[in-house]
């Protein structure tokens, strides 16, 4: 059975950092691509950052680059999302996901509806 877990959110001030966790099972994740979404109230689900298990590759969301850094732990079965530098509209739930038909699934990272594997979510809320 495939299940992801997000864990890490909370409430942090402008400028602030915190570190989100995937922790995955049911499936070897080190062969998989692992992303990283958000949704904001009222609005629609949006990639943010992929790690491409096959090749090594990542990738960003304009708005996070320079500031997120996403990295996985093979040995755990998780994969990180590094947030530095944040700013109230990264306000959102964030959900990790992954597709387990498709290796090369975080080149369409900006596509929630190709991911079919998703976690719970986890809030993360920037405010002073």
């Known amino acids: 059975q495939v299940q992801l877990v997000e864990s890490g959110g909370g409430l942090v001030q402008p400028g602030g950092s915190l570190r989100l966790s995937c922790t995955t099972s049911?499936?070897?994740?080190?062969?998989?691509?692992i992303g990283w979404f958000r949704q904001a109230p009222g609005k629609e689900r949006e990639g943010v950052s992929c790690s491409s298990g096959w090749d090594g590759t990542t990738y960003y969301a304009d708005s996070v680059k320079g500031r997120f850094t996403i990295s996985r732990d093979n040995a755990k079965n998780t994969v990180y999302l590094q947030m530095n530098n944040l700013k109230p509209e990264d306000t959102a739930v964030y959900y990790c996901?992954?597709?387990?038909?498709?290796?090369?699934?975080?080149?369409?990272?900006?596509?929630?509806?190709?991911?079919?594997?998703w976690g719970q979510g986890t809030q993360v809320t920037v405010s002073s």
């Open positions: 049911g499936f070897t994740s080190g062969y998989y691509g």
């Open positions: 996901a992954t597709e387990l038909s498709d290796l090369r699934i975080c080149s369409y990272y900006y596509v929630p509806q190709r991911f079919r594997s």
